[in-house]
C-alpha cells in the first residue's frame, strides 16, 4: 500500500513512515511501523481512527513502549504513537485528568503542586497513563484500580465511551481496555488533600527504593514476567542460578532478577527465545509457570 499518497492529506497531527519501533520502547527493540501517527488532539484521535477503519488499516496503540517486546519485522499498517504528543493534564478540586500519553510521573508530580495525594507509590512506572490503565500497572501495594474514578476511551471504528472504575474489569496487569480492543484516550483520578504535606517526602522515598533496587541505567521492559501465585517470578529466577545469566545481548539483570536486560544489539527473536529459555529453567527446577507480562506485538 502506498501510505504516503495515502495519508498525505489528512490532518491527524504527525505523520511519519517507516519509523523504527526500536526507538519507541524502552528494550530499544523492533522493527519498522508503516506508518506512525502522533495525534494532537482528541478529534484528531477519533478522525484517525475513522479513517483508518475505512480504508482497512489496522491500528497499534502504544504509549511509552515501557512494556512491549516489538517483533523484528515491525509493526504493518498504522501505529498510533499516545505520548508526549498526547499528554494535557488538569486537576478540578481533588480529581486529576490526565491525557492517555501523559507520563505517571508528571502526573504525580502535578498533583503534589497541586496539593494532591494517592499517587506517589506508582510515579515510578515509566510508562503513560494510557498503558497504565490498559495494564492496570501498579507498585508498591498501589495500582491504577484503586485510584482510577473514570475513562474515556474509543473503540477502533472512533466509538467514543466512558467508564465508571466498576465498568473497567480492572485485574492484576488487565482491563477491559484488553477484552474488548479499547484505546485509553484520558482517565480521572480521585485523589486526597495532602493535608499534612507528605506528599513529596513519600514521592522521594518511592523514587529512591525504586533506584536502589532496579537497573534503571539498563534497558528493560520492567519485570519481564507476571507474578505467579504463591512465589516472585524474580526470587525463582534467582533461585535457580539465573542471576546476570546471558545468551549474546540478553541477560537476567544482576541487580533485579526479575528484569531481563537487551545489553546491546538484542532482537526480538533473540529475546524471545531468551526469555522462553529463562521461564523453561524456572519450570524444570521449581515447578512454577512464569508467564510473560510484556506484550508481544507486530508482525511475527
Ligand atoms: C524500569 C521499568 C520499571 C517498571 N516498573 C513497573 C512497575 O513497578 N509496575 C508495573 O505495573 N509496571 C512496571 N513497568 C512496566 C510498564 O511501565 C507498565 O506496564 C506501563 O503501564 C506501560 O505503559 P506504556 O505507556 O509504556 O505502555 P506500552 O508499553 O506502550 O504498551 C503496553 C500495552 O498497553 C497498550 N496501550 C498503551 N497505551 C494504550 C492506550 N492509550 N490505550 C489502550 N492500550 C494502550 C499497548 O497496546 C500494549 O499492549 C516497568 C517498566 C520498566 C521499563
New binding site residues.
Partial sequence: MDYKSLYKDEDFGEILFNQLLKDY???GIGGPSDVLVKVKSKEQLQNLLQFNHKNNIPT?????????LVTDKGIRGCVLL??DNYDFISVDGNKLTAY??CK?NSAALFAIENFLTGMEE?S?????????????????GK?IKDLCLSVN?FDYFGNEYNFTNDQMNFSY?HSK??DDN????SATFNLTYDENNEAKAKYEDYTNR?ASK???DKK????TFKRPEGSYASKLIDECGLRGYAVGDCAVSQKHCG?IINKGNATSEEMLKFIDHVANIVYEKTGFKLER???L?GEK
Fill in positions: 520502547t524502552t528494550w497499534t496503540v502504544i504509549g511509552r513502549g515501557s512494556n512491549l499516545l505520548a492517555a500519553g505517571l506508582i515510578g512506572i515509566p510508562g503513560s497513563v494510557g498503558g497504565a490503565v490498559a495494564m492496570n500497572a501498579g507498585a508498591y495500582e476511551a496487569r481496555i484488553f479499547l484505546i485509553v484516550s525504586r532496579q537497573p534503571l528493560s521492559a520492567g519485570s528484569f507480562e510484556v506484550k506485538i
